[in-house]
């Protein structure tokens, strides 16, 4: 077997996140036919080994050669919480050495696990936990796989949502590396219709991720007019919602029409919208809510707002709630409640944070610097 090097001094590459092609040229490296590297994406995708030792149909000279450049890339959480309603968060230390929560939400015979792709966030929104944080790193696609790979539950796993810590498009080339691996036939071979990719709507990002993924898509609304929602989540400034349901309209994606109803496999557009008292919750932004989404196959999900410290927001009754839903079904738009769960452990939507541990981390990389140079 001829073994090719890496340069002197690289740091050994993860394998997890790579696509098939990748893995055929890292078999090469290690000596191996070009096929072999789609026993190593068997290996990681399909039997999900977490050692090269593993990997017993490869020769030993060549598993010691892929230990000695590469690593599976692989983690166990760090820590976990458990909730009253059976939901779990887990915490995963990221290969730069970040934090990251990750929830795990079973429901009868559908598991859906919520993933990040940031540390922080950008986008700032006012009633998020996340954006009050901040933005420390964007998630590498191992990072990103890391939070299902290790997952305890993983074999329960119904469905994906990248919905946790970050803005997926604002991280899309790592976001996509991660569902191409998850719905590729020589990674995990899901339907992408298991997968919903949410954003607030980030310009670019949305027009090359309708090009070149089949996920569902999920848009965080919140608000249907430009300086209500602008007041609520900054990106509005530069991604008006206006501008951004042009863009699906002109996608043709999500007409509706004849050819779509009923349809089983047809890709899910859908509105997430936390109504406040006060803000955005009366017949005049329900009205708005209709003629911005005008024309499109879509649905809006509801969500309650669970209170983060130090802002005036406030959620609205379960009476209203349901006024407002009722208001948007009777106008042609399906809408749904949203089932609130994790609430009791930080686990809800808009909870997720990590500053804590960000801030233990950073602390932690002072005093090693002080130590190093007294």
């Known amino acids: ?128 936990m996340t954006g009050r944080q901040g933005f420390a790193a964007s998630l590498s696609a191992a990072d990103i796989l890391n939070q299902v790979y290790s997952l305890p539950e993983r074999g329960r796993l119904t469905n994906i949502v990248f919905m946790g810590q970050g803005e997926p498009f604002d991280n899309l080339d790592n976001v996509l590396r991660a569902t191409k691996a998850l719905t590729a036939d020589w990674g995990y071979a899901w339907s992408p219709r298991r997968i919903t990719v949410s954003s607030v709507g980030l310009a670019k990002g949305l027009e090359r991720f309708l090009a070149e993924s089949e996920c569902h898509l999920a848009i965080s609304l919140h608000h249907p007019l430009h300086e209500g929602r602008a007041a609520l989540m900054p990106a509005e400034r530069a991604f008006p919602i206006s501008d951004v349901a042009a863009t699906l309209r002109r996608s043709g994606l999500f007409s509706k029409g004849p050819e779509r109803a009923g349809s089983p496999h047809q890709r899910r557009l859908s509105f997430e ?69 994790g609430e009791d452990i930080m686990a809800a939507c808009g909870l997720l944070s990590t500053a804590r541990q960000e801030a233990e981390r950073q602390a932690a990389d002072r005093e090693k610097t002080r130590a190093h140079n007294p």
């Not at 001829?2 to 078999?27: D, F, I, N």
């Not at 050692?51 to 060549?62: C, E, I, V």
């Open 1 to 128: 077997m001829t073994e090719r090097t890496l340069p002197p001094g690289a740091s050994r590459a993860a394998l997890l996140g790579m696509t098939l092609q990748e893995l055929q040229a890292v078999a090469e490296q290690a000596g191996l036919q070009r096929y072999a590297g789609r026993q190593l994406a068997d290996w990681l995708y399909k039997k999900q080994a977490t050692d090269f030792a593993q990997m017993t149909n490869l020769p030993k000279a060549a598993r010691e050669a892929l230990a000695a450049h590469y690593r599976v890339g692989c983690s166990a959480p760090a820590a976990s919480q458990r909730s009253a309603d059976g939901t779990v968060k887990y915490l995963y230390r990221t290969d730069g050495g970040h934090y990251v929560e990750t929830v795990y939400i079973p429901d009868g015979e559908r598991a859906t696990l919520c993933v990040s792709s940031q540390v922080g966030c950008k986008m700032g929104c006012a009633f998020c």
């Open 273 to 341: 919208y936390i109504p406040f008292e006060g803000v955005n919750d009366s017949p005049r932004h329900a009205r708005a809510v209709v003629d911005l989404l005008r024309g499109l196959d879509c649905r809006v999900n509801l969500i309650r707002f669970h209170g983060i410290p130090g802002t005036p927001l406030r959620g609205i009754t379960e009476g209203r709630m349901v006024q407002f839903r009722d208001y948007l079904t009777g106008h042609g738009i399906f809408t749904t409640i949203r089932a609130s769960r």
